[in-house]
C-alpha cells in the first residue's frame, strides 16, 4: 500500500511517560478510506492509548515518544495546538464505551451537536439544531425533534449510543474510532449498534477497538492484535482468525472457542 | 418438589417500589437445582437474572414465594439455623474489584469466613487457605498480597476461593466472566466446571452471552421482563420454541459470523405499538408473530417435541387448555 492511498498512517509510534517505559513499543499501522481495522488485544495491551494518540486525546502525562502519525497526510506532531484541535473535531469521530460516563450529565445530546456543527462547520445555531435533528434521527432515535433536548441519563444504554454515534459522524469524519462501543450493551442492542457502525461507512475508514474477537469477526476488513505494548500480528482479518500465525493470537483465538463452541483446547493452551 | 433437588424456587416475585414506580424484577419464577449440574440464567440487563440470584442467596426478600434449600424453607428458618442453611449458598459476582476489599490481604480475605464459621485453630486454617488456593490454581505467594495487587483473573479466583471456604452445595455464578479478558474468561469458565465436577456443586450461572451457555450449562432459563419465558436442557437452543430466545440466538456473534444479520432485529423495530392489556403476555410488544390470543396471560407449558422444554407462549403450546 502506498502511504498517499491511507487515510492514517501510523509509523514507529512509541507512546509512554517517559522513553525507558514505552506502554506503546514501536507500532506502524494504516488505515485507507472506507476500511475497518480492528485492534484487538487485552486490557492494558495498549490499544486504546494507540487510537486515542491519532486523535489527540493522550490523557495527562503519556506523550508520544517517537515516531509519527499522518492523518490525510498532515503530520499530527508539525500541528499547532488548535489546528489538530480542528483536525480532531472535522476529520475525525470519537466512540466511547461508556456514553453515560462520557457524555456531560448536565447537557442535552442536542446541545453537544449543535456546539459542534456551530464549532467546526461555522453553522447558525438553527441551522445546527436542524441538522442536529435529522442526524439523530438517521441513527434511528425514535422522536428525534423531542430526543435533542434530552439529556443522557433519560436515554437508555442503547439510545446513548446511538447519540453517540450521531454525535460522531456529526461533521462527516473521515476516520471514526470506536472504543469497545458494544462492551456494556445487550446482545440485540450490540447487534443494531454494530449495524448502525457498518452503516456509516460510506464516508468514513473505522478503528474499532475491541477486546471480543467476535465482534472484531463480523465487522472488520483487517486486524491488529496487540499484545503488551506491541503489535504481533496484523493482516486480513479472515486470514488471521483462520490462520493466526502469532502464538498470542493463536491463545486468543483458542480461548473464544473454548467459550463458545469447538473442541475444548488443552489447559495450557489458553492460560497464559 | 422431587428428592434430588438441592434448590428449588417456587413461584417468587419481587417488587421493587421507588417514589416514582413500581417495578416487577421478578414475576412467578420457579426452577429447580439438582447436584452436579449448572443451569444457566440469560436474559437482556432489567430481565431480573440477578434479581433471582441476589433471593436466592438471601439478599433481597422475595414479595412473594418461596426457595427452599434441600427442603427447608429459606424464608420461614431464622436464628443459627437459618445461617448454617444459608451458608451453603455462595454467591461470585461479577466485578471482583468490587465484592473484595483491595486493601485487604488475600490470607485475610480467605480466613474471614473460616472464622466466621468457627472453622479450628490457626493451623487447621492455614492449611484449609492453601486447600482453597489449590483448588482455584492460584500459588501460596498471593496471600501475603492485597486484592488490588492482583490482576482482574487472580482476583476472580480469589472470589471463588472464598466462596468456597463455605463449603457450598450451591454457587452462584453471577456474570462472573463479563469483567474478564477472554483468555482469562476461558481459563475461569475452566475452572468453574472443574470445580462443578471435583466437588459436585450446583450451580447457577448468570449471564447474557448465549454461546457460553451453551458451552457451560446443562440447563438454560431465558428471562423476559422478570419471567421465564422458555427453560430446558441446553438442546432447547437448538430449536428455541419462544420468540424473544430466538431473537437471543439471531444476535449472538460467533468468531465465524461474518454477516450480521439484522433482518429479526429490524422487522421488530417496525412493530407498532401496541396498548398495554393487563395480563397479557409481556412480550407481544417486541413479538413479530403477535396474534389476538397473545393478549391473554401466556403460561409456562410443555413443549412437545422434548420433555423438560417448557416455553412461555401460546404459538408454541400444542394443545390449547
Not at chain 1, 35 to 46: A, D, H, K, N
Not at chain 1, 183 to 210: F, Y
Request: aromatic share 4%.
Amino acid at each position: 500500500m502506498t502511504m498517499s492511498a491511507s487515510l492514517v498512517a501510523v509509523e514507529n509510534l512509541s507512546i509512554g511517560r517517559s522513553p525507558s517505559q514505552p506502554i506503546v513499543h514501536d507500532l506502524s499501522f494504516a488505515v485507507r478510506a472506507g476500511e475497518v481495522l480492528g485492534i484487538i488485544g487485552e486490557s492494558g495491551s495498549g490499544k486504546t492509548l494507540t487510537a486515542y494518540s491519532i486523535a489527540g486525546l493522550l490523557p495527562a502525562g503519556l506523550k508520544t515518544l517517537s515516531g509519527r502519525i499522518q492523518v490525510e497526510g498532515r503530520v499530527l506532531g508539525e500541528l499547532h495546538a488548535d489546528e489538530r484541535r480542528a483536525l480532531a473535531g472535522n476529520r475525525i469521530g470519537m466512540i466511547f464505551q461508556d456514553p453515560l460516563s462520557s457524555f456531560n450529565p448536565v447537557r442535552t445530546i442536542g446541545s453537544l451537536l449543535i456546539e459542534s456543527g456551530m464549532r467546526h462547520r461555522g453553522l447558525s445555531r438553527g441551522a445546527a439544531r436542524h441538522q442536529a435533528i435529522a442526524a439523530l434521527a438517521a441513527v434511528r432515535l425514535p422522536d428525534a425533534a423531542t430526543t435533542i433536548d434530552a439529556y443522557p441519563h433519560q436515554l437508555s444504554g442503547g439510545q446513548r449510543q446511538r447519540a453517540m454515534i450521531a454525535l460522531a459522524r456529526f461533521n462527516d469524519p473521515a476516520l471514526l474510532i470506536a472504543d469497545e462501543p458494544t462492551t456494556a450493551l445487550d446482545a440485540t442492542v450490540q447487534l443494531q449498534i454494530l449495524a448502525l457502525l457498518k452503516g456509516s461507512l460510506a464516508s468514513s475508514a473505522l478503528i474499532l477497538i475491541s477486546h471480543d474477537l467476535r465482534v472484531a469477526a463480523s465487522m472488520c476488513d483487517r486486524i491488529l492484535v496487540m499484545h503488551r505494548g506491541r503489535c504481533v500480528e496484523q493482516g486480513d482479518a479472515q486470514q488471521i482468525l483462520q490462520t493466526p500465525q502469532h502464538a498470542y493470537t493463536q491463545r486468543l483465538i483458542a480461548a473464544v472457542e473454548t467459550l463458545t463452541e469447538g473442541s475444548v483446547p488443552a489447559r495450557e493452551a489458553v492460560e497464559a | 418438589m422431587t428428592g434430588t433437588a438441592v434448590l428449588e424456587v417456587r413461584d417468587v416475585s419481587v417488587t421493587f417500589a421507588t417514589n416514582e414506580r413500581v417495578v416487577q424484577a421478578a414475576r412467578n419464577c420457579s426452577f429447580e437445582l439438582q447436584a452436579g449440574e449448572v443451569l444457566a440464567l440469560v436474559g437482556e440487563s432489567g430481565s431480573g437474572k440477578s434479581t433471582l440470584a441476589r433471593v436466592i442467596a438471601g439478599i433481597v426478600t422475595p414479595t412473594r414465594g418461596n426457595v427452599y434449600f434441600r427442603s427447608h424453607d429459606l424464608q420461614r428458618t431464622s436464628g443459627s439455623a437459618g445461617r448454617a442453611l444459608r451458608q451453603r449458598i455462595q454467591m461470585v459476582f461479577q466485578d471482583p474489584d468490587s465484592s473484595l476489599n483491595p486493601w485487604h490481604t488475600i490470607r485475610s480475605i480467605l480466613t474471614e469466613p473460616l472464622i466466621v464459621r468457627s472453622y479450628g485453630d490457626r493451623t487447621t486454617m492455614q492449611r484449609r487457605v492453601e486447600e482453597l488456593l489449590g483448588l482455584v490454581q492460584l500459588d501460596a505467594s498471593v496471600l501475603g498480597k492485597r486484592a488490588n495487587e492482583l490482576s482482574g483473573g487472580q482476583k476472580q479466583r480469589v472470589a471463588i476461593a472464598r466462596a468456597l471456604a463455605m463449603e457450598p452445595e450451591v454457587l452462584i455464578a453471577d456474570e462472573p466472566l463479563s469483567s474478564l479478558d477472554v483468555a482469562t474468561a476461558a481459563s475461569i469458565a475452566l475452572l468453574l466446571r472443574d470445580l462443578k465436577e471435583r466437588l459436585g456443586i450446583a450451580m447457577l450461572f448468570i449471564s447474557h452471552d448465549l454461546a457460553t451457555v451453551r458451552r457451560f450449562a446443562t440447563r438454560v432459563a431465558v428471562m423476559f421482563a422478570g419471567e421465564i419465558v422458555e427453560t430446558g436442557p441446553c438442546s432447547i437452543l437448538d430449536a428455541p420454541a419462544h420468540p424473544y430466545t430466538r431473537l437471543l440466538l439471531a444476535s449472538t456473534l460467533t468468531a465465524t459470523k461474518r454477516t450480521l444479520d439484522l433482518r429479526l432485529v429490524d422487522e421488530i423495530d417496525a412493530l407498532a405499538a401496541v396498548p398495554h392489556i393487563e395480563g397479557a403476555c409481556h412480550y407481544r410488544s417486541r413479538c413479530i408473530q403477535r396474534i389476538e390470543i397473545c393478549s391473554r396471560e401466556a403460561k409456562l407449558a410443555p413443549v412437545a417435541s422434548l420433555s423438560g422444554h417448557l416455553a412461555r407462549c401460546h404459538l408454541c403450546q400444542s394443545s390449547p387448555d
